[in-house]
């Protein structure tokens, strides 16, 4: 399974603490019915179409669901707009000067957009975007840093019908490029630069390389961002413009655009088991029915809440729980730019404090991060801010969970461990705050209208073994862009008509779920999914290396650190100057996210007879745990020469 140590899988289980909702949401959340579980497994497509109808409809869908294994489509001729939910209908009320983001830059610099100043923000834009020569149904690609802009931008697209790719600011030129490339994006929007621990990341030099080789890129619009620097000499052929430029002379007035419920809303990629990235196809009624619900039931999203998801825009998780999710609420989000420990290691707390955030959502590796810096950190900032704690994108072990607990909740806040993915749109597996009773380490049981098991490869009801989705649910992927077979293979050919969604998961006796990480080659550096086939391509992409296997090695905060075995070819020097440069090399193909933590030079890779790597003995190895079963190797020398090796030089 997956590289979870197994005596950890015996200590999940024996967790036995429970914690039942608090004092302050008994009865005042926004789910306080239990019997909700009941009405939803009765009816899920009744449940579903009440949840779709606390969204703004131009037209009524005919039918709820319609199910041709493995494709759905939610809300069948169904008409609306996701910008016009998460902007237009809140003008109407007392929302209207109700901060919709409250945003820090990582310099110290602040923002304030009200529902209306957003909704006039993003109309604009939605003209330049039109004046750039986008119609509905294009493809327009995000490379920002977490700013403002960001979420004016894919609001702006979701407004006119184009639908966004956005790709997060840490990758590299090629990343970039490819993906503009697979979505055949028509404009790309950008900024000169963004902070990050006091220094400028310089998107546009990025963008420059990348779109020297995307013939679909007619415009890119770059948003000033980086300290003044000035737009390389491509500004001059017209394909570069001043984001500022073209938004004074942009009218505010731009009717957003009735959209099927099935039409496309964003692509998204993610990484998968071979070496190109797949482009997830979420579409606009069922996802915005189940990020607006969720966002909801989970959060306890009430009206005067200060939201904070800590999440980049350019993963899943901002666009269902910083963007859309939130902002159908009417909800007030905070967006900070920067890093949690610039310029000291209190930011976060100190932005909470500031801002009275009420309701934090971050990830197991950065509450590990915390843990390591020590209580004194928040400790010296007034939380009492908070009522209400989220957890995403990683198994959390339960002394993160009982740490989060205690140093930033201090024993007041539910801590909600939220279960899904890219593909899922939204949260699958999570509590529900003011219901279900918690146990550190554990997501507990899916949401009203889920269904989740655990199955076994036979596909039968067992303790332990590969997560599974049986049903089909509002908010999942429709496909994998341009590769529908991809689609099917993937997700689909586990089990006849059931969703596998990659995970390792148990059971426990009152039926509360475990995640226990990917069973794929996928590995989860940081919250970050990063597959071993990417970063073995970009190893192998160097002149100097023959062949690589990458494998995570368990990481006290990373939850998994990336271990390259390599060798070189004939005549290479080994040294730890190739050593830097292959590292390099990865972050350059892939982004910051994909440099490999340890890189080990071997003579030889274990394989089988059949020349399949043994990843399992590279795990085995990388973890300094006695290796497993050797016997089908085609030479069984080659891991015990690995191993000395490996334990003389890890670096
Ligand atoms: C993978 C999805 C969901 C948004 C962020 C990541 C892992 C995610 C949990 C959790 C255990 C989790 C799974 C999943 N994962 N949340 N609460 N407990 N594992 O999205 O990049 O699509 O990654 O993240 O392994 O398959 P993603």
Redesign the pocket.
């Given at each position: 399974m997956s590289s979870v140590p197994e005596q950890a899988f015996e200590a999940l289980l024996a967790e036995d603490r429970l914690f039942p909702p608090g004092e302050a949401l008994r009865g005042q959340a926004n789910v306080s019915d239990a019997g909700v579980y009941a009405r939803a497994a009765a009816d899920p497509e009744a449940f579903w179409a009440e949840a779709a109808r606390e969204l703004h409809w131009f037209r009524g869908w005919d039918r709820v669901l319609d199910w041709t294994p493995p494709h759905a489509r939610w809300f069948v001729g169904g008409q609306l707009n996701a910008a016009y939910n998460c902007l237009d209908r809140h003008l109407s009320s007392a929302r209207r000067n109700k901060a919709a983001l409250i945003w820090e830059g990582e310099p110290g610099d602040e923002r304030v957009l009200t529902y209306w100043d957003l909704h006039r923000e993003v109309s604009k834009f939605g003209n330049v975007l039109k004046g750039l020569g986008v119609v509905k149904g294009d493809r327009v690609a995000i490379y920002l840093p977490m700013i403002p802009e960001a979420v004016i931008a894919m609001l702006a697209c979701a407004r006119i019908g184009a639908a966004h790719s956005v790709v997060f600011g840490g990758f590299s030129a090629e990343s970039l490029r490819d993906r503009i490339n697979d979505a055949q994006a028509k404009v790309l929007v950008t900024a000169d630069g963004g902070y990050r621990r006091g220094r400028v990341v310089h998107l546009k030099a990025a963008v420059d390389e990348a779109v020297k080789d995307t013939p679909s890129i007619r415009h890119v619009v770059v948003v000033r961002r980086g300290g003044g620097l000035e737009v390389p000499a491509s500004a001059t052929d017209g394909r570069d413009h001043w984001y500022d430029d073209l938004m004074r002379q942009a009218s505010a007035d731009c009717p957003a655009e009735p959209m099927d419920a099935e039409d496309l809303l964003y692509i998204l990629y993610?990484?998968g088991t071979t070496g190109k990235p797949k482009g997830v196809v979420h579409t606009t009624g069922g996802y915005l029915t189940q990020v607006q619900a969720t966002a909801r039931w989970v959060f306890d999203l009430k009206e005067n809440d200060v939201y904070w998801c800590t999440?980049d825009v350019g993963?899943?998780?901002g666009h269902s729980y910083i963007v859309y999710g939130p902002l159908a609420n009417g909800a007030t989000v905070f967006m900070y730019e920067g890093a949690p420990d610039w310029p000291h290691r209190g930011r976060f707390w100190e932005l909470i404090q500031k801002y009275g955030v009420t309701i934090l959502y971050t990830?197991p590796t950065a509450i590990r991060a915390f843990m390591r810096w020590g209580p004194s950190w928040p400790d010296q900032f007034d939380l009492s801010s908070l009522r209400l704690l989220g957890?995403?994108?990683?198994?959390?072990n339960p002394e993160a969970w009982m740490w989060y607990a205690e140093h930033i909740g201090h024993g007041r806040c539910p801590v909600v461990?939220?279960?899904?993915?890219?593909?899922?749109g939204g949260i699958m597996?999570?509590p529900l705050p003011g219901i279900t009773s918690t146990k550190p380490g554990s997501?507990t049981r899916p949401l009203p209208g889920i269904t989740a098991s655990v199955l076994n490869g036979e596909g039968s009801d067992v303790r332990a073994g590969f997560l599974a989705i049986p049903k089909p649910w509002p908010g999942m992927l429709r496909t994998i862009w341009g590769d529908d077979e991809r689609y099917r293979q993937t997700y689909w050919s586990k089990w006849p008509n059931v969703y596998f969604?990659?995970?390792g998961a148990k059971i426990d006796d009152d039926g509360y779920l475990w995640?226990?990480?990917?069973v794929d080659d996928?590995l989860?550096v940081a919250?970050?999914?990063i597959g071993t086939m990417e970063v073995e391509s970009a190893l192998v992409d160097h002149p100097a290396v023959a062949e690589a296997a990458v494998v995570g090695k368990a990481d006290e905060i990373k939850g998994q650190a990336i271990a390259a075995f390599v060798t070189v070819k004939e005549g290479i020097l080994i040294t730890d100057a190739l050593k830097a440069e292959l590292r390099q090399h990865v972050a350059d193909k892939i982004g910051a996210i994909a440099r490999p933590d340890a890189i080990l030079f071997a003579a030889d890779l274990p394989k089988t007879r059949s020349g399949k790597i043994m990843r399992r003995l590279l795990r085995d190895i990388a973890e300094g745990r006695a290796m497993g079963d050797t016997t089908t190797l085609a030479d069984p020398a080659v891991v015990a020469r690995l191993k000395t090796e490996y334990e003389g030089k890890e670096s």
């Open positions: 993610t990484s999440a993963w899943v998780t990830a957890s995403v994108g990683e198994p959390i461990d939220t279960w899904w993915q890219t593909e899922t597996i999570s997501a969604p990659g995970d995640l226990l990480g990917r996928v989860n919250g970050h999914r």
